[in-house]
């Protein structure tokens, strides 16, 4: 064998040999608590859920696996094609981070729903997006509403969604004395799409020394303060989120434009406050647009200020399936009622 040749062969066999060792040190002696990614891009850019596969997930205290069904919905399976269909619309409290599946608000508002209407009649489909905002929501109605045709869409409000609807690029207000909507894309690298690829997502399940080196990454680099547990809570119980006017008229063209693809597809909008953040102005805006909508935020909040740490999953802050079960209680009522009535 060539000497450069040989020399590669005996490089490349170190590095694996070394890699071979710290995997196995790792695994005895610090094992990683193992996770994957959950998200695709949707056609403009943006982060969707993934539409098919698992993902093993490690948030707090909670491990578990996420399960995916198309379009980029979580589920594990298929409703029936006969069954109508609600459209669950909203950010990682609607998905369910860190919570296995029947602990959801959704998943628990779907047995609702088959107890009260009967099994496999209603599917509640969960399209929550981790990090999102209503501007994504509305993006996702838009993208893949056709596919899924809801008769009823539940845009479920949460923490930090109108921040998030003004930062995005997927829709900007054209004018300051206009509610016409301009569109946008999110630019996608390539490093973000590897780091959402079949590879990668094997390789931080199963690879302990890859799990370890996401972790470092994440932690210097995006994270470096991991939040206290009280704090967040504390945070999440406070008075009414802090939304400036332009965000607020941002908010009303954007549930404008989600009333009329409703309005155009036959379906039905409302709008829920999943109740772990107050906004004062909100109901108002949305009577006055004519859109259902309840806020779940004096009932939830009243409880959860009670005992914050008991409702959050530790060392992360989102709902535990207790405060997720706070909240299906909470909205329930409602949604009973609004399906009755477009049922």
Not at 105 to 128: C, H, P, T, W
Not at 228 to 256: I, M, Y
Request: glycine content about 8%; some cysteine.
């Amino acid at each position: 064998m060539p000497r450069p040749t040989a020399n590669i062969v005996l490089v490349l066999g170190s590095l694996i040999m070394g890699l071979l060792i710290a995997e196995g040190g790792i695994r005895i002696f610090a094992p990683q608590p193992m996770s994957g990614t959950i998200f695709d891009y949707g056609p403009r850019g943006y982060r969707v859920s993934r539409s098919n596969g698992t993902a093993l997930f490690s948030v707090g205290d909670r491990e578990g696996i996420y399960h995916f069904m198309p379009p980029h919905l979580r589920g594990m399976r298929q409703p029936p094609t006969d069954a109508e269909r609600i459209l669950a619309l909203g950010d990682s409290f609607t998905f369910g981070i860190g919570l296995s599946e029947e602990d959801t608000y959704v998943a628990k508002l779907q047995k609702k729903i088959d107890s009260v209407f009967g099994e496999d009649r209603i599917a509640l489909l969960n399209a929550g997006i981790g990090g999102s905002g209503t501007a994504e929501h509305l993006a996702f109605l838009e993208d893949f509403g056709n596919e899924i045709a809801p008769r009823v869409v539940l845009e479920f409000v949460s923490i930090d969604d109108f921040n998030r609807a003004q930062r995005s690029p997927l829709y900007s207000l054209r004018s300051a004395d206009s509610l016409e909507l301009d569109e946008g894309t999110v630019p996608t690298s390539r490093l973000k799409k590897l780091s959402d690829s079949d590879a990668y997502n094997f390789a931080i399940q199963h690879i302990h020394v890859a799990q370890l080196m996401r972790r470092a990454v994440l932690d210097v680099f995006l994270f470096p303060v991991t939040p206290n547990v009280a704090a967040v809570a504390a945070e999440q119980t406070k008075s009414t989120s802090a939304t400036s006017p332009d965000q607020q008229r941002l908010a009303r063209a954007l549930f404008r434009r989600m009333k009329a693809w409703c309005a155009s597809h036959e379906a039905k909008l409302a709008v829920v406050n999943n109740g772990w953040q107050q906004y004062d102005w909100l109901p108002e805006l949305l009577a006055s647009e004519g859109i259902p909508a309840f806020d779940a935020a004096p009932i939830v909040r009243s409880v959860i200020a009670l005992d914050p740490a008991s409702y959050i999953i530790p060392g992360d802050g989102h709902p535990n399936a207790q405060g997720a079960a706070v909240t299906a209680e909470a909205v329930w009522p409602f949604i009973e009622n609004f399906v009755r009535e477009n049922k």
